[in-house]
């Protein structure tokens, strides 16, 4: 691991000493059964692509396949959007139009995003899908904590083997900013599959042409193809893939969202 990055020199231990509740981390950890709920919720037939597996995603060695990344994920990720998680995953779900029955929150991780997607719209069948089970079951342990219904499942965003044209909406959060050029564009292509005509996705991720400009945001996680994300354009991806109705909004500066539709 790299020690010179301002997220090791500064912002980690900042982070365990200062902010982070480690008795709430602690009690996390023990109540579930992770060894029983991984190998659960693991789909044998998957196996973990070289960018994902080979990469310590935030600086914890082992990437999302650890416990240790679950149980920190929702208590640093309340401190890395400003000004506020709720008022940002607020304006993602803002966006949403109708009353959509099927959704799939790609990349859902702890599943945050996803049990408001539920709450949102209680009769809709929504489905969290991750390439981790580790983040799949503290997921899956948050929704059974507050009985909501979620399908969650191990699976790839780019290849998730699910019927053509059968969801109305695909939400994305903080994923496309992990993820190389090319695999985007492959989730992309995926998500136009599986969206009826008329179907939306709703993308939020850091704001490409800010983090762009002030590379040092670049630097101050250690998000391996950060970079090559904010080199990059959202809406120009979209519409190579056939997308319409593309429109980007800046949130609170260092946020985007996106919606976009499948032709109808
Ligand atoms: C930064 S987290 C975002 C989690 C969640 N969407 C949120 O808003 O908090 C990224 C998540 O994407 C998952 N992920 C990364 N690459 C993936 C892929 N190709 N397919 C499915 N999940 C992936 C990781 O395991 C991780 O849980």
């Known amino acids: 691991m790299s ?31 992770w060894e029983e709920e991984t190998q659960e919720l693991k789909d044998p037939s998957i196996s973990y692509p070289q960018y994902y597996k080979s990469q310590n995603f935030h600086g914890i060695a082992g990437g999302y396949l650890t416990s240790a990344a679950a149980v920190t994920y929702d208590p640093i990720t309340q401190y890395v959007l400003p000004p506020n998680e709720t008022i940002v995953r607020q304006a993602l779900l803002d966006k949403i139009v109708g009353y959509p029955k099927k959704i799939i929150d790609l990349g859902c991780g702890t599943g945050s995003g996803t049990l408001a997607l539920k ?22 342990y948050k929704a059974k904590e507050q009985h909501l219904i979620i399908d969650w499942r191990h699976g790839i965003a780019e290849s998730t083997t699910l019927a053509n044209n059968s969801v ?7 994923l496309f900013h992990e993820l190389p050029t ?5 989730v992309l292509d995926e ?18 042409k800010v983090i762009n400009r002030a590379s040092w945001l670049a630097n101050v996680f250690e998000e391996p193809y950060i970079k090559e994300y904010a080199q990059g354009n ?8 056939g997308f319409g109705e593309i429109k980007t909004d800046d949130i609170w500066l260092i946020h985007q969202i996106t919606r976009a539709v499948k032709p109808g």
């Open 119 to 140: 709450k949102l719209f209680p009769d809709s069948q929504v489905m969290g899908i991750d390439l981790s089970p580790y983040m799949l079951a503290l997921a899956r």
């Open 234 to 241: 959202l809406d120009s991806w979209l519409v190579s893939v």
């Open 3 to 33: 020690k010179d990055t301002i997220w090791d020199r500064f912002l980690k231990p900042l982070f365990s000493t200062f902010l982070l509740n480690k008795e709430q981390i602690e009690q996390t950890q023990k109540a579930i059964d």
């Open 191 to 208: 998500v136009f599959r599986l969206l009826t005509p008329g179907g939306q996705v709703l993308i939020l991720d850091g704001n490409q």
């Open 168 to 174: 109305n909406l695909v939400t994305i959060s903080l």
């Open 182 to 186: 090319k695999i985007i564009k492959s």
